[in-house]
């Protein structure tokens, strides 16, 4: 069963830093892309960046240049580095990771920016 469990979530003020990561278990192969999405109270979820098995990486435009997307292959990591955050920052963040066994979710990590 495959498993992942994102961590680093919390509380900071704007301008502050968080790093999140995923860990992922129960895989035999790497995942070919592995994605951070958000989802504020009342918005839909959506996606913040992602980063493939060959390193390619994609930024939504709110988070370009503050957010950097990074994976470790070997420990089937992703992780989401999180700089200048802003109160609109404030979601639930959620990793997805996809691959032959399908999509899978992560159960969330909350990120509540303050002013």
């Known amino acids: 069963q495959v498993q992942l469990v994102e961590s680093g979530g919390g509380l900071v003020q704007a301008g502050g830093s968080l790093r999140l990561s995923c860990a992922a278990s129960?895989?035999?192969?790497?995942?070919?892309?592995m994605r951070w999405y958000r989802q504020a109270p009342g918005k839909q979820r959506e996606l913040v960046a992602f980063i493939t098995l060959g390193g390619t990486t994609y930024y939504r435009d709110y988070v370009k240049g503050r957010f950097t997307i990074s994976r470790d292959n070997a420990k089937n990591t992703v992780s989401l580095q999180m700089n200048s955050l802003q109160p609109e920052d404030t979601a639930v963040y959620y990793c997805?990771?996809?691959?032959?066994?399908?999509?899978?979710w992560g159960q969330g990590t909350q990120v509540f920016v303050s002013s």
């Open positions: 129960g895989s035999d192969y790497a995942f070919s892309i």
């Open positions: 997805n990771a996809e691959g032959t066994t399908g999509s899978h």
